[in-house]
T-cell receptor, first 113, second 112 residues
């Protein structure tokens, strides 16, 4: 079974803090994704990566950065957290192959106070 | 991505088969049908996917009509843990770097 592990289920941080969200997958997947999910807005793609040290902006990259130093690990960084970044953050991974589904972690519910 | 239409909610008795329909009348020949579910406050869980043929795995069966304009997800023996929002998605996947978009889905409630 595919396992995508996010480092925290719940996280509370303060405005202005630098926040790190970690994601690890154990299936040697090339592609990894960070989404946020908000009520009424559905899933929105923040960043994705198709290889080590490679990254592409998604639909809402402002205020975020990412790091992929190893194939299995994809980190999301909130440079200076703001209250509008309070959300559920979801990491996903998939093979770089036609038809393959994305597999998600359990999510991190982040609250910025 | 082709648009999908799902009923907003359904109930099913525990132990019975749950049949969740999805219409995708504008599906293209190279678009797959995927099903995910999301239990409250958890990440989406992949269930099953298919292109043309019916598919079965340990979680569910996927029945795709011959014209591919609709499909049905079948949970053969529903349990209380199957209560969740179920999303049907149709999309082309070439190299796996395409973003995922969920619609509003079907809220399935399993009744004891």
């Amino acid at each position: 079974d595919v396992k995508v592990t996010q480092s925290s289920r719940y996280l509370v941080k303060r405005t202005g803090e630098k926040v790190f969200l970690e994601c690890v997958q154990d299936m040697d997947h090339e592609n990894m994704f960070w989404y946020r999910q908000d009520p009424g807005l559905g899933l929105r793609l923040i960043y994705f990566s198709y290889d080590v040290k490679m990254k592409e902006k998604g639909d809402i990259p402002e205020g975020y950065s990412v790091s992929r130093e190893k194939k299995e690990r994809f980190s999301l960084i909130l440079e200076s957290a703001s209250t509008n970044q309070t959300s559920m953050y979801l990491c996903a991974s998939t093979l770089q192959q036609g038809g393959e589904p994305q597999h998600f972690g359990d999510g991190t519910r982040l609250s910025i106070l | 991505d082709a648009k999908t239409t799902q009923p907003p909610s359904m109930d099913c008795a525990e132990g019975r088969a749950a049949n969740l329909p999805c219409n995708h009348s504008t599906i293209s020949g190279n678009e797959y049908v995927y099903w995910y579910r999301q239990i409250h406050s958890q990440g989406p869980q992949y269930i099953i996917h298919g292109l043309k043929n019916n598919e079965t795995n340990e979680m569910a069966s996927l029945i795709i009509t011959e014209d591919r304009k609709s499909s049905t997800l079948i949970l053969p023996h529903a349990t209380l843990r199957d209560t969740a929002v179920y999303y049907c998605i149709v999309r082309v996947v070439n190299f796996g770097n395409e973003k995922l978009t969920f619609g509003t889905g079907t809220r399935l409630t399993i009744i004891p």
